[in-house]
């Protein structure tokens, strides 16, 4: 009995408190696992084709003909979800073309886009800022939604 008197009153508080802290660090930890998710919820929303009719893109091969290297066009058609029918603005001339052959076209700041990849996929935005040196910009969407740090990859300019 004697021994139970002489042990230090404090160690079952500072048990106490030693548990306390793991409870808050195991809640900061939780916290970052929902990060974590949402983060891996949001790739898993990217597709490796993002074609949509109605975009403008601007090709970037030569194989399709020297004369049509760097000329923009409206996609009329997406063909096998990776391939796509381009009419050219200029020239009016259709090429069948895949999308490695294509890159996306950022317009001026006010201009309306349409967001071809990721978690809000085929949704048309209206492009407010665009960030040059982190190649991402801020779209305001039609629900209200204002999504900053979509990269230029991930929406394209919609055809007048």
């Known amino acids: 009995q004697e021994s139970k008197v002489t042990s230090n009153p404090f160690a079952r508080l500072e048990k106490k408190d030693r548990s306390r802290k793991q409870e808050a660090s195991s809640s900061k930890k939780s916290a970052l696992d929902e990060i974590m998710i949402e983060e891996a919820r949001r790739k898993r929303k990217r597709n490796d084709h993002w ?5 403008v893109v601007k ?4 194989n399709a003909g020297e004369q049509y290297y760097k000329q923009k066009g409206v996609v009329e058609e997406v063909v096998d979800r ?5 009419r050219l603005i200029e020239s009016g001339v259709k090429l069948k073309l895949d999308q490695v052959h294509c890159e996306t076209v950022i317009p ?4 309306k886009v349409k967001i071809v990849n990721g978690p809000y996929n085929g949704q048309e935005a209206t492009l407010q ?3 040059v040196d982190r190649y991402c ?5 039609k629900t209200g939604v204002v999504e900053k740090g979509v990269e230029h990859e991930d929406f394209s300019k919609l055809s007048a």
Do not use: Q
């Not at 090709?59 to 030569?62: F, G, N, S």
């Not at 990776?82 to 381009?86: I, S």
């Open 59 to 62: 090709v970037i091969t030569k």
């Open 108 to 111: 001026s700041a006010g201009r």
């Open 51 to 55: 074609l949509h009719p109605g975009i």
């Open 137 to 141: 910009a801020t779209l305001k969407l």
């Open 82 to 86: 990776y391939g796509a029918l381009v």
């Open 129 to 131: 800022d665009i960030d």
